[in-house]
């Protein structure tokens, strides 16, 4: 008998322990603040910038906050992400400090995909543009399924629906694409070579001197 109460004793001390020390985490917690992320429209800050002059006519810029094209003028600066389109019978160029000069004909629609120097990427969507690249330097022109490399010098990219042609006038370019049978092939360009791709059937052919 005395051992059940002794048994009875501890059970009933224990737990009311355990009620008190429930009741002291929950009084005296500190409540719980929701941490708030933020998402900066702001240019990464190692890009560097393009600056848009207007040649001829009437030029359009696409912003990285904006959902539709606007009205440009020369001096506009263009950020990594954004885009620039001339209009018929319009002609304009981005030019990026020390690395490019890209020279749009009209109704040419040029993305600024990379502005990052050591790894620049453009996207050419429509139209005809000389890309005049920086002697020592290399840029990357994403046009239709090809992947075009250019190593210094003057090389133009004219998109006609789905037929490209690629021109280089001085330096070279490399160009990479993927067949119907989805393997990579590459193609290496040389001063006064053009090559015609026939997007759709994913074929190349060169022409010029070799």
């Not at 240019?43 to 006519?57: D, E, F, N, Q, S």
């Not at 954004?82 to 990026?96: I, P």
């Not at 020279?103 to 996207?123: P, T």
Request: glycine share 6%; with cysteine; net charge positive.
């Amino acid at each position: 008998m005395k051992t059940a109460r002794i048994c009875l004793f501890f059970f009933i001390f224990g737990f009311i322990t355990l009620l008190g020390f429930r009741y002291a985490q929950v009084r005296y917690r500190h409540p719980f603040t929701p941490q708030l992320s933020t998402f900066s429209l702001n240019p990464p800050a190692r890009a560097v910038t393009g600056t848009l002059t207007i040649t001829k006519g009437n030029a359009e810029k696409l912003s990285r906050t904006g959902s539709v094209y606007e009205e440009a003028s020369t001096g506009a600066r263009i950020l990594i992400g954004e885009s620039v389109a001339t209009k018929e019978n319009s002609a304009a160029t981005v030019s990026v400090n020390g690395i490019v000069t890209a020279s749009l004909e009209s109704k040419a629609e040029l993305v600024l995909a990379n502005l990052f120097a050591e790894n620049m990427l453009l996207l050419q969507k429509t139209g005809k543009i000389s890309y005049d690249v920086t002697s020592g330097k290399q840029l990357s022109i994403r046009a239709l399924h090809a992947l075009i490399s250019i190593t210094s010098g003057s090389t133009t990219i004219n998109i006609i629906d789905t037929d490209m042609s690629v021109s280089v006038k001085t330096g070279s370019a490399n160009i990479a694409l993927v067949d119907t049978d989805n393997n990579t092939r590459t193609w290496n360009l040389k001063e006064g070579q053009r090559a015609n791709i026939d997007d759709t059937a994913r074929k190349v052919v060169l022409v010029g001197k070799r």
